[in-house]
Nanobody, 123 residues
Framework: QVQLGESGGGLVQAGGSLRLSCAAS????????MGWFRQAPGKERESVAAISRSGGRTYYADTVKGRFTISRDNAKNTVYLQMNSLKAEDTAVYYC????????????????WGQGTQVTVSS
């Protein structure tokens, strides 16, 4: 089992940047496919980005493509989400998640979830 903890959320003006981090417990981080999700009030959870076990493949929702970058450091058991050119519509609680398999597409099917971190973009 893996435990996940997100950090790096906060309040930022439109056009600004934030970098979210998700630290994972355990010694098998490199065996998990990882993803970032978000959920705004009154909306369904949305898959934002995903990354394969090795970090060699990444996937993005059309709404964030070109603005967000997912990456991972398997030596540090951490996955990141660099968010640039933020918009008011990016406001949401952001979650990271781990899957006990490799990742080949955006999906909501993950095995472990973090508690989330709030990102608020003011216009």
């Amino acid at each position: 089992q893996v435990q996940l903890g997100e950090s790096g959320g906060g309040l930022v003006q439109a056009g600004g940047s934030l970098r979210l981090s998700c630290a994972a417990s355990g010694r098998t981080f490199s065996s998990y496919g990882m993803g970032w999700f978000r959920q705004a009030p009154g909306k369904e959870r949305e898959s934002v980005a995903a990354i394969s076990r090795s970090g060699g493949r990444t996937y993005y929702a059309d709404t964030v493509k070109g603005r967000f970058t997912i990456s991972r450091d398997n030596a540090k058991n951490t996955v990141y989400l660099q968010m640039n050119s933020l918009k008011a519509e990016d406001t949401a609680v952001y979650y990271c998640a781990a899957a006990r398999r490799d990742i080949f597409t955006l999906t909501l099917l993950y095995d472990y979830w973090g508690q989330g971190t709030q990102v608020t973009v003011s216009s």
